[in-house]
């Protein structure tokens, strides 16, 4: 069964800069896609970034565009967020999700909650001076 398990949330400043990294187990497909999602407080969920595991194909909602970057070390099976210029409204629990992918139709626009099968527990980062 896939699993999911993210990490490395916590406090920042604004302007700081925060790596969270989603590590994996039991892929039995070929492709995946794997996209980070975040929830503020009275807020809907959210999908902020995704990547391919075909080719590393890669989507970011333009709120994060130029701070976030999203990639993947296959030999540790992790996918890593790193967040630079953190800012107040980044705060909130961020989730890592999974889905098979054979059609190669994810990760072209913003990812969907119904679109992902496989959810990681969160992890909270905190944006605050």
């Known amino acids: 069964q896939l699993q999911l398990v993210e990490s490395g949330g916590g406090l920042a400043q604004p302007g700081g800069s925060l790596t969270l990294s989603c590590g994996t187990s039991?892929?039995?497909?070929?492709?995946?896609?794997i996209s980070w999602f975040r929830q503020a407080p009275g807020k809907e969920r959210e999908g902020v970034s995704c990547?391919?595991?075909?080719?590393?194909?890669?989507y970011y909602i333009d709120s994060v565009k130029g701070r976030f970057t999203i990639s993947r070390d296959n030999a540790k099976n992790t996918v890593y967020l790193t967040m630079n210029n953190l800012k107040p409204e980044d705060t909130g629990v961020y989730y890592c999700?999974?889905?098979?992918?054979?059609?190669?139709?994810?990760?072209?626009?913003?990812?969907?909650?119904?679109?992902?099968?496989?959810w990681g527990q969160g992890t909270q980062v905190t944006v605050s001076a």
């Open positions: 999700a999974a889905e098979t992918d054979i059609l190669y139709r994810l990760c072209a626009s913003q990812p969907l909650e119904s679109e992902y099968d496989y």
């Open positions: 039991g892929f039995r497909a070929d492709y995946y896609a």
């Open positions: 990547i391919t595991t075909k080719d590393s194909r890669t």
